[in-house]
């Protein structure tokens, strides 16, 4: 039985479909990191990746399918890394979440401080965003959120911070009060083009974790 064509035109690019369509959204998490969502137009995004005009529905439904993808994307390379520095064991878990933030801090002094996080970049957005990439963000800073308060009651258990200064729900507050302020300074510092925002929020929460009274 003969198969129904798919939308679009077909591709002239070497690869099979996925291989295109995971260079894509590669190519989405870059320039989405840089310019956000609204300014991404899809003929640059295309003709970059090698993708004739044209053949964008080949690959996505819509522009509202091809920015979740990439949001999701985002999502799990950063997760990756957030594991990556929070599962070291063999240095404590503050230590950790500094490496974290040093790593961040070498990122954006590797890209000039043009890039910065997508989750920021499209928070100043939000009001012209699909539903699902709200619901998606969202998503996503729960996500980092919830993955902090586990490293947060690492450091409990290992005495590097007071447990009875630092229970449950102060724990669950000040994960959220480290992602809302660090996306800040992550906009600031791409602002300033400098890391300075990103160390004075840094070494303000580190104070913080230290002194909560």
């Not at 990756?80 to 240095?91: G, H």
């Not at 957005?125 to 959120?145: K, R």
């Amino acid at each position: 039985m003969k198969q129904p064509a798919r939308r679009g035109r077909p591709p002239k690019v070497r690869g099979d479909d996925q291989d295109v369509r995971t260079a894509l959204i590669r190519k989405g998490v870059e320039l989405m990191t840089g310019q956000g969502f609204l300014a991404t137009g899809l003929e640059p995004l295309l003709s970059s990746v090698g993708v004739p005009k044209g053949s964008f529905y080949h690959y996505f439904e819509s522009k509202e399918a091809f920015g979740l993808a990439v949001i999701e994307a985002y999502g799990r390379y950063f997760m990756k890394r957030l594991n990556r520095y929070f599962e070291a064991t063999d240095i404590t878990p503050l230590a950790r979440l500094d490496a974290f933030i040093e790593s961040a801090i070498t990122g954006m002094q590797k890209y000039a401080f043009e890039r910065g996080c997508l989750v920021g970049n499209l928070g100043q957005e939000v009001n012209l965003l699909p539903a699902s990439h709200q619901q998606a963000l969202e998503q996503m800073l729960n996500d980092w959120q919830l993955r902090l308060t586990h490293l947060l009651q690492e450091a409990v258990e290992v005495g590097e911070l007071a447990a009875e200064s630092w229970k449950k729900p102060q724990r669950e507050e000040l994960s959220a009060f480290f992602w809302i302020g660090w996306e800040g300074a992550v906009l600031r510092a791409r602002l300033q083009k400098s890391e300075m925002p990103l160390r004075i929020f840094s070494r303000q929460f580190c104070a913080l974790l230290h002194s909560p009274d």
